[in-house]
């Protein structure tokens, strides 16, 4: 049987020295394997375009370059880097994405005949790697790690699997989500499935990277968008698991936990009102509990910042930039 092809689609916008520390930190393992870059830019000027040009002639990288006129956006360029390669599977990096070489190299030699491959993207114990699960056995895995495949770079995509994407006009991408979208809508259509994990942590943060933007807008995102995408795939969850998946980012990560929602409040980006926008959303995302979220809500908001300026890790951890 032939190899199969594997490229990376990597959406950016306005990161030209992240992105070049994180291709020339993969340069020998892309080159060795002769795994191809699709690199499609989001970005208001030239210096991206620069960038890939200058790489494109001093490296053996085979870097694909597209400027989008006008700008897609987050969303729409996420899901264009992952419709653009042809290969047989896309696996679909974040701009502050590095994968180490010996995860490059493993991922390489676990491509078969799967829906997708998942790989560890976090810090801290892990199922151990499975080279071939499928259907109930996946569909159930899925279950349990979907809060990890928010990440963009935890998951390669089948040939297949982007091809069905594709394939109707309405298969719409969620708000921050869109590649979760693609799984979920994916595991929900389909009875018969096959995945890998990959239990060994191969893809990295680039050190550079500022934390993400929707830090200041946890709420919106981790209870309204999050909820959404969820939920809209239900077929792709066990009615008994539903609750658990919905808070399942929380509890894993800590967004949206009690000390999240306590610097939140404290910065006023809680209070009655954004619990009446997002009621049912955020108590049931957030691993604080209902009466967790409720108290951390009528909690003065002097008597929040009183404990978050005691606290300054929280607030670093949680809204570093405010």
Not at 17 to 41: F, H
Not at 55 to 61: D, F, G, I, K, V
Not at 253 to 279: E, F, I, N, P, S
Request: glycine residues 4%.
């Amino acid at each position: 049987m032939a190899a199969r092809s594997l490229a990376i689609a990597i959406p950016t916008y306005n990161r030209p020295e992240i992105l070049e520390y994180n291709l020339l930190a993969m340069q020998a393992s892309l080159e060795r394997l002769d795994i191809g870059v699709y690199v499609l830019d989001d970005s208001s000027n030239d210096a991206t375009a620069q960038l890939i040009s200058r790489l494109a002639a001093s490296t053996r990288m085979r870097l694909s370059y597209r400027r989008n006129q006008p700008p897609l956006r987050h969303d729409a360029n996420l899901i264009a880097a992952l419709t653009t390669p042809r290969t047989d599977f896309v696996w679909l990096l974040g701009d502050g994405c590095i994968v180490d070489d010996a995860g490059m190299q493993v991922v390489h030699d676990t491509l078969q005949d799967q829906d997708f491959i998942f790989v560890n993207s976090r810090h801290g114990p892990a199922p151990a790697s499975e080279r071939r699960l499928t259907d109930a056995e996946a569909k159930s895995f899925i279950e349990r790690r979907a809060w990890d495949y928010s990440y963009t770079g935890a998951t390669i995509y089948s040939r297949r699997v982007v091809d069905w994407w594709q394939s109707e006009a309405k298969h719409r991408p969620f708000p921050n989500f869109p590649h979760l979208s693609v799984i979920l809508g994916y595991v929900a259509t389909h009875v018969q499935l096959g995945i890998s994990w990959v239990a060994q942590r191969v893809v990295h943060n680039n050190p550079l990277k500022r934390q993400s933007y929707w830090l200041a807008d946890a709420i919106p995102v981790w209870a309204g968008d999050w909820h959404k995408v969820i939920t809209a795939n239900a077929a792709a969850i066990e009615p008994a698991a539903m609750a658990g998946v919905l808070r399942s980012h929380s509890d894993n990560t800590r967004v949206l936990g009690v000390k999240h929602l306590l610097v939140l409040r404290a910065a006023g980006l809680l209070d009655a009102d954004v619990l009446a926008r997002y009621r049912e959303a955020l108590l049931a995302s957030s691993s604080a509990g209902r009466l967790g979220a409720w108290a951390i809500v009528a909690l003065p908001r002097s008597a929040a910042r009183i404990l978050v300026a005691a606290r300054p890790s929280w607030r670093r951890r949680y809204l570093p930039s405010s």
